[in-house]
């Protein structure tokens, strides 16, 4: 691989480089999924109530999907939440596939240190 052409303090700089990459990202997706956890849980609460207001308003059995619909429509605050949830579930994507790439580059760095320090343990 091209980290074998590297230098050993050209292999430092990169696992300095890359984990601390690699230690931000896992920040940034916990910092994420604990605000996600929140969001998530205000959404289905507020519209278990806007559910359960427009069932008991209405004089026939409506469909979920239906209902959904309606909630959305008549909350703002509700869509307004989704749409922050929808957006935050996209970040959180990013940040993950940032993060595979940083973990992916990392431990191929890793295996070149650790082939070469076993080999200079063989001479």
Known sequence: ????????????TWLL???????????????????????QEGYSLMLSTAIARLENDSSKKLLKDSL???ALVENPDLQTLKLRVIDLNAEMRV???RLSLYESQFDTVSRVVTRRGQERFKI
């Open 1 to 12: 691989s091209n980290a074998d052409n590297l230098a050993d303090s050209e292999l430092d």
């Open 17 to 39: 480089f890359l984990g601390s990459w690699r230690g931000h990202m896992v920040y940034q997706i916990s910092k994420i999924d604990g605000e996600l956890y929140i969001l």
């Open 68 to 70: 959904i619909g309606q």
């Open 95 to 97: 940040l993950k596939g």
